[in-house]
């Protein structure tokens, strides 16, 4: 098991993502983009732990006026973090609803594994962006 370490420095890290991703200019349109978040340092940091994020505010084809926060979660290996823990990130990285100590992600959430990528994904509409 791996220890969550949120220092002023992993804050800072996650700030600066957050801050970069949900500019207009930097949201990640499937259709358009073409570079994954994933590949890109401004969108991905490692925290302490080798917790590895990677978060973007999405476009998505199937809804096209509806921005999605999208965060994904890994550590190395061939492992999965724990779920608490990426609730907790994706707390940090601007996702509502959640209230520490829930073991469940909020309704609105969706999650899942991707065994895959080795990560843990976590999707959320981004209300606050609605287009018109």
């Given at each position: 098991m791996?220890?969550?370490i949120?220092d002023?420095?992993?804050?800072s ?6 801050d ?10 499937i259709?358009k ?5 994933g590949?890109?340092k401004?969108?991905?940091c490692?925290?302490?732990g080798g917790l590895?994020?990677?978060?973007s505010?999405s476009m998505?084809p199937k809804?096209p ?5 999208h965060?994904s ?5 061939n492992?999965i ?7 907790f ?21 969706s ?5 895959d990528?080795g ?11 609605y287009?018109?």
């Amino acid at each position: 098991m791996r220890a969550l370490i949120l220092d002023e420095e992993a804050r800072s890290k996650i700030k600066a993502i957050k801050d970069y991703s949900e500019s207009k200019d930097h949201w990640y349109n499937i259709m358009k983009s073409s570079e994954a978040p994933g590949l890109m340092k401004e969108h991905s940091c490692v925290l302490t732990g080798g917790l590895r994020c990677v978060f973007s505010v999405s476009m998505s084809p199937k809804s096209p006026k509806v921005p999605f926060r999208h965060l994904s979660v890994s550590v190395p290996g061939n492992r999965i973090p724990h779920p608490i823990v990426v609730w907790f990130i994706a707390d940090l990285f601007g996702f509502t609803g959640w209230t520490m100590g829930e073991e469940n992600p909020p309704k609105d959430w969706s999650c899942h594994v991707d065994h895959d990528e080795g990560c843990v994904v976590v999707i959320q509409k981004y209300e606050q962006l609605y287009l018109n």
